[in-house]
């Protein structure tokens, strides 16, 4: 989830379990949510998105919960592999609907995927 | 298709000195965003802009300032370099906005001594 201060909070899991990262979101306006993840020395990679209007969303592998009534967003990765070994960012946006908006981005998560 | 290419990889600069980060897309995004991601911080976005001939301040602003004079190009310059601006920057770029997924570039780490 979020973390305060310099260090990231660090998941650790065997490979073949499944993750569980959790965001705590700040603004209740908020209509639009993102989950990036970014390998070591590169830049963030789009994972997985999804609307207010929605509480689930399923991709390949992930699913995103969001549970508005808490400001809660989790990210869960089935069946992880050492490859989904990164630092993984929730971003929230209020801007859909008329305004432009802007991402604010959460400090991170770092997975680490145990062989 | 290369997507979102940035230059220049790494960077180190004295206190005072300027520079400018080269970014740019070849996917004709309308929207290009710089971000700064520090140590243990989430992405904090600099400067976005809208279209060919737009720029807006984002959340961190001060100290940088941006040009969109081709579509396909966004720049960043720092004017005067402090160590504050010691950082890793982003640049991504989106079809329709902050709703719409943004795709990033490999990042530029510079150093401000």
């Known amino acids: 989830g979020e973390s305060v201060g310099l260090h990231l909070p660090t998941l650790s899991v065997q490979e073949g379990d499944n993750s569980i990262i959790n965001c705590a979101y700040s603004?209740?306006?908020?209509?639009?949510f993102i989950w990036y993840k970014q390998e070591s020395g590169k830049g963030p990679q789009f994972i997985i998105d999804i609307r207010s209007n929605m509480d689930k969303r399923q991709g390949q592998r992930v699913t995103v919960l969001l549970n508005k009534t808490v400001k809660h967003l989790s990210l869960q990765i089935a069946a992880t592999q050492p490859g989904d070994s990164a630092v993984y960012f929730c971003?929230?946006?209020?801007?859909?609907?008329?305004?432009?908006?802007?991402?604010?981005f959460g400090k991170g998560t770092k997975l680490s995927v145990k062989p | 298709n290369a997507g979102v290419t940035q230059t220049p990889k790494f960077r180190v600069l004295k206190t005072g000195q300027s520079m400018t980060l080269l970014c740019a897309q070849d996917?004709?995004?309308?929207?290009m965003y710089w971000y700064r991601q520090d140590p243990g911080m989430g992405l904090r976005l600099i400067h976005y802009s809208v279209g060919e001939g737009t720029t807006a301040k984002g959340e961190v602003p001060d100290g940088y300032n941006v040009s969109r004079l081709k579509k396909q190009n966004f720049l960043l310059g720092l004017e005067s370099a402090a160590p504050s601006q010691t950082s890793v920057y982003f640049c991504?770029?989106?079809?329709?906005?902050?709703?719409?997924?943004?795709?990033f570039g490999p990042g530029t780490r510079l150093t401000v001594l």
């Open positions: 991504a770029s989106s079809w329709a906005g902050a709703t719409d997924t943004q795709y």
């Open positions: 603004n209740s306006a908020s209509d639009y």
């Open positions: 996917m004709n995004h309308e929207y």
């Open positions: 971003a929230e946006n209020i801007g859909y609907g008329g305004s432009q908006g802007n991402l604010i």
